[in-house]
């Protein structure tokens, strides 16, 4: 069997003197999706954060690729192959569509996505490639959000909070897409509030209850009540 793509072992994290993280440990292996559940306030943007350079208060190891990361600032760890789709979208309001696209593919790595390649997936996209990108709707921001990590052709996708705020029919048309996102071998960690939904497009999940891991596997392993459980911690 393949080293893991990613492994995490025994993290802890902390946002000034309060800990979110305690000890949390599991793997990833290439072309997995993995979704990260748990109530509000569980830990699980906070996990992403760790993985992805941006919270720097922390122990533990984090290996991608079979090299420590946990150290290294965001911007190595982009150019290493891991990008986010953070929650809210976080877009460059003063830039325009193809510019925040552009930006996304500042790190040079090689693989299939480009502008072109970004437009074929999103094609409202190239047609409102010259519009502020404040300007779209929520679900077309997302859009970019996603375009932009793909932009740099990560071997890992960090996915925070994909539905948040966007219409269902908006939800269930870029849910549809993930097979085609994903269909190159790329990795993904999903932080989904709809239970179901994550649950529905992982292959492994981790239930993070007060900054624990409740409840792992992979989803068809447990009833609905036990993955209820885990969540509340009951």
Known sequence: MSDPLLAVA???AWYGDAKVLHGVSFSLRQGEMLALIGANGAGKSTLLKCICGQLPKKTGSIAFKGEAIAA???NHIVAKGVALVPEGRRLFPSLSVEENLVLGGSVQRPGPWSLESIYALFPILKEKRHA???SLSGGQQQMVSIGRAL???PDLILLDELSL???PI???DIYALLPR???SGLSAILVEQDVTRALDSA???LCIQEGHISLEGAPKAFTKDQISAAYFGM
């Open 132 to 134: 502020p990108s404040t």
């Open 170 to 172: 908006v939800i269930k």
């Open 181 to 183: 996102i994903l269909g």
């Open 72 to 74: 290294l600032a965001a």
């Open 203 to 205: 292959n492994h999940f």
């Open 165 to 167: 705020g966007l219409a």
């Open 10 to 12: 025994n993290l802890e």
């Open 151 to 153: 932009m740099s052709n």
